[in-house]
Nanobody, 123 residues
């Protein structure tokens, strides 16, 4: 089992940047594929970005391609989401999640979830 704690959310103006971090504890972090998801009020949770256990492959939602970057540091048990050129539509609660197997870009593959961090982009 793995425990996940997100940080780095906050209020930012449109066009600005934020960097989210997700610290993992528990069983070997490097065994897990990791993902960032978000959920806006009244909407379903959706994938934002995902990265496989080795960091070699990544996946992005079309809405964030070219603006967001996911990365991981297995030595620090941490996954990051660098968010640039933020838009008002990026406002949501952002969740970090870990997957022990399955398709790493598929939300149902994710077994463990953090509590979420709020990102608010003002226009």
């Amino acid at each position: 089992q793995v425990q996940l704690v997100e940080s780095g959310g906050g209020l930012v103006q449109a066009g600005g940047s934020l960097r989210l971090s997700c610290a993992a504890s528990g069983r070997a972090f490097s065994n897990y594929n990791m993902g960032w998801f978000r959920q806006a009020p009244g909407k379903e949770r959706e994938i934002v970005a995902a990265i496989i256990w080795s960091g070699v492959n990544t996946h992005y939602a079309d809405s964030v391609k070219g603006r967001f970057t996911i990365s991981r540091d297995n030595a620090k048990n941490t996954v990051y989401l660098q968010m640039n050129s933020l838009k008002s539509e990026d406002t949501a609660v952002y969740f970090c999640a870990a997957s022990a197997g399955g398709l790493y870009y598929y939300i149902r593959s994710y077994n463990y979830w953090g509590q979420g961090t709020q990102v608010t982009v003002s226009s």
